[in-house]
């Protein structure tokens, strides 16, 4: 699942450590999902959009 965070983050000028913090995760939790090392719980996914005030949609890409 490919994700915007890392473009969305910076231009809101946000850490990985500030947006871990806003959705209740680690830094590291972050730069997985971020990377895509780690595919997002749907709680997780929900709590990243809501932190930039946009759909799973706009966050997320899923890809077969």
């Given at each position: 699942?490919?994700?915007?965070?890392?473009?969305?983050r910076?231009?809101?000028?946000?850490?990985?450590?500030?947006?871990?913090?806003?959705?209740?995760?680690?830094?590291?939790?972050?730069?997985?999902?971020?990377?895509?090392?780690?595919?997002?719980?749907?709680?997780l996914?929900?709590?990243?959009?809501?932190?930039?005030?946009?759909?799973?949609?706009?966050?997320?890409?899923?890809?077969?």
């Amino acid at each position: 699942m490919k994700n915007r965070i890392k473009v969305l983050r910076a231009e809101r000028d946000w850490s990985q450590a500030e947006l871990g913090e806003r959705t209740g995760v680690s830094r590291q939790a972050i730069n997985a999902v971020e990377t895509g090392k780690y595919d997002p719980s749907l709680p997780l996914a929900f709590r990243v959009a809501r932190a930039f005030g946009l759909s799973i949609e706009e966050v997320f890409l899923f890809e077969d």
